[in-house]
């Protein structure tokens, strides 16, 4: 019988590159698997339903609110995305570790429903670096840019409420750096599949026939 899989959960300020970490640690390591969200906007071209997203009506989504169905969700560019906890379940009682990318707000939320659940704070290197990649993003007014940049000061003080705190280092600086913050998320996903609870069926077994 399979371990029962876990669910990792991934956030930190904007630009510090959480999307492109996962991105790459999926590409690396098939054996952990991106949580689908449900959300309320309309298919994009090639996207498909139940693998891209769960895509819902404004009805249905609001009922699902009354169902108490989300682990959370946000209202975001006119359109509401949230994570299912039936969808995750699910996923993970067919042993499939998941990574659920969301802001920090919705991260805390997760791990305030299910004291299994994993966090994992994504930090650039500085507040200069993270600037520069804002900026490079070529997305962002000045605007934009200043808000931003107030917020992850707030962002980085919930960091403390993590279990984890991977640093992405400046790409100048260290050419691997996305490599090397992918590995060591997936150095935890591996940590955690070692520990005893993991391991407790299988203790179960061997101490039962070293007593026979």
């Not at 693998?51 to 975001?76: C, I, K, P, T």
């Not at 934009?144 to 992850?152: C, D, K």
């Not at 409420?161 to 790409?171: A, G, L, R, T």
């Amino acid at each position: 019988m399979a371990n029962r899989g876990r669910l990792f959960v991934i956030s930190g300020p904007a630009g510090a590159g959480k999307t492109e970490i996962v991105k790459k640690l999926i590409e690396r390591h098939p054996d952990v698997r991106l949580s689908v969200s449900c959300t309320t906007r309309a298919p994009r071209p090639g996207e498909v339903d139940g693998v891209n997203y769960h895509f819902v009506s404004e009805e249905r989504f609001r009922q699902l609110v009354d169902e108490d169905a989300f682990y959370e969700w946000a209202h975001v560019h006119q359109n509401h995305y949230g994570t299912l906890k039936a969808t995750v379940q699910k996923e993970l009682g067919e042993g499939r570790d998941l990574i659920l990318e969301i802001d920090v707000q919705g991260c805390l939320q997760v791990m305030a429903q299910d004291e299994t659940v994993t966090g994992i704070f994504v930090c650039p290197p500085s507040r200069e670096n993270l600037e520069q990649r804002l900026r490079h993003r070529g997305t962002e007014t000045e605007e934009s840019i200043r808000v931003r940049l107030n917020n992850v000061a707030s962002e980085v003080a919930e960091a403390y409420k993590y279990h984890y705190v991977i640093i992405h280092q400046d790409w100048s600086d260290v050419p691997n750096a996305l490599e090397i913050a992918a590995e060591e998320v997936y150095t935890i996903i591996a940590a955690r599949r070692l520990e005893r609870d993991m391991r407790r069926d299988f203790l179960d077994r061997l101490s039962a026939s070293l007593k026979a």
